[in-house]
């Protein structure tokens, strides 16, 4: 369900910090052929799809969260 009426912008992109071991990373599924056709058929206006480089320019991140213990759980 679309919010509002102005123009609905989403954004793709396979966050190599959310993966632990590089395999997982490796293996997990690209479709962005596939999600660009979801986003035209449900009326999309802009779709960004940033490369790694383009994210992280300089191949860190400026900012990380650290979630403490929370994030044993």
Do not use: I, K, M, W
């Not at 990373?25 to 940033?50: K, S």
């Not at 191949?59 to 213990?69: I, K, L, S």
Request: glycine content about 10%; proline content about 11%.
């Amino acid at each position: 369900e679309h919010v509002g009426d102005g123009p609905v912008v989403v954004s793709v992109f396979v966050n190599p910090l959310q993966f632990g071991e590089a395999a997982d990373l490796e293996t997990y599924p690209r479709t962005l052929e596939a999600d660009l056709v979801v986003c035209a058929r449900e009326g999309v206006d802009v779709v960004f799809a940033p490369s790694v480089d383009e994210v992280y320019p300089g191949g860190e991140p400026e900012v990380t969260v650290e979630p403490g213990p929370l994030a044993d759980v």
